[in-house]
């Protein structure tokens, strides 16, 4: 790599490409290891820009429309996250045709958390290496906030890592999709104004308000949910497997992410398209997929062995890896 392509560019424009077009360059190349995980103002900015308009709501009021808007994307969005970005993208748990799979990806890709490969790639480090110095969420290494959102708005992890994603970077649509990763969000922000304005006006709303209870409201909401796994999930429940890590099952969290919250069973097997294994762990993106299948949508959805359902034991214990102290971030 050239010296000139291995320092941070310092001109304004620099700064802003990545932002439309997130391969372009790494932020985090030719700074030490505490200015990458310094938060990024430059990142923040939408994502604070996203929860402030969710005080609007003061000036737009209350609708049913608003509402039901909200809820619906809020339940196409985690699912898109759930069973799509994490269950297809980042585990490969079930299959499905060319087509389809690029519409989970933009399904996924509009809940305003990055591109798939983004997403995929974080993930499946997480896995590899949960609750080590390394993983870039762990509670435990780095702190509550930190795992649940601090650890995305640094340019440390705003990189895709396009290697560990190899089978994903086959396919140029998936890549496209992942480089302009804001054009879907911005799509649904469109769509959401356009929306209020269509309504007719005996259902009481308005192009603001729809923007503000649709894109919003339900984009932090599921958002947070998301993050919840990262940070909660890893803290709060109980544990049926000894795995490495500090997974937990919790059945608020499964509520909440529909299905997620299984996840100390998804820690110990992470290749099952469903995480709830037993029939009273609750996990509607399982019922998603399921009916999908039946659709011909998508196909062998893998399931989970006998073997592993039998390993199960309340109050399992922890063995977590032995790694070295954190570093300050
Ligand atoms: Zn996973
Ligand atoms: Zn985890």
Not at 76 to 96: D, E, L, P, Q
Not at 108 to 129: F, I, T
Not at 230 to 245: E, F, I
Request: one cysteine or more; glycine letters at 6%; proline letters at 5%.
């Amino acid at each position: 790599m050239s010296e000139s392509s291995a320092r941070p560019t310092t001109s304004l424009l620099g700064k802003i490409a990545p932002i439309f077009d997130t391969h372009a360059a790494d932020p985090a190349v030719g700074l030490s290891a505490e200015e990458a995980n310094r938060i990024d103002v430059m990142r923040i900015l939408p994502f604070i820009g996203i929860h402030l308009g969710c005080l609007a709501v003061i000036w737009v009021g209350f609708s049913w429309f608003g509402l039901a808007l909200a809820l619906g994307l809020y339940v196409v969005r985690m699912v898109g996250i759930t069973a799509f970005y994490h269950r297809y993208f980042s585990h490969r748990a079930f299959k499905s045709g060319r087509v389809v799979q690029f519409a989970m990806a933009v399904v996924g890709n509009s809940a305003v958390q990055r591109g798939p490969l983004w997403w995929a790639a974080h993930h499946r480090h997480h896995h590899r290496h949960s609750d080590e110095v390394v993983d870039a969420h762990s509670p435990i290494q780095h702190g509550f906030f930190w795992s649940h959102c601090g650890w995305f708005l640094c340019r440390a992890n705003f990189k895709t890592h396009l290697d560990r994603v190899k089978d994903l970077q086959k396919f140029p649509e998936l890549v496209l999709l992942d480089r302009f990763d804001w054009a879907v969000p911005v799509l649904l922000l469109i769509s959401c104004l356009a929306a209020g304005w269509l309504a007719p006006a005996s259902w009481g709303t308005s192009p603001l308000q729809a923007l503000i209870w649709g894109f919003c409201i339900s984009t932090v909401a599921t958002a947070h949910c998301t993050f919840f796994i990262n940070s909660l999930a890893h803290v709060w429940g109980h544990r049926d497997y000894a795995t490495t890590d500090t997974s937990r099952n919790n059945f608020i969290l499964a509520i909440l992410t529909m299905g997620e919250g299984w996840h100390n069973n998804h820690h110990h097997y992470q290749s099952s398209a469903r995480q709830g294994f037993r029939w009273w762990q609750v996990d509607v993106s399982y019922y998603v997929l399921w009916t999908m299948a039946r659709l011909g949508l998508v196909s062998d959805l893998r399931p989970v062995p006998e073997a592993v359902l039998n390993e199960a034991r309340r109050g399992a214990p922890m063995r977590l890896p032995v790694s070295e102290p954190a570093p300050a971030l």
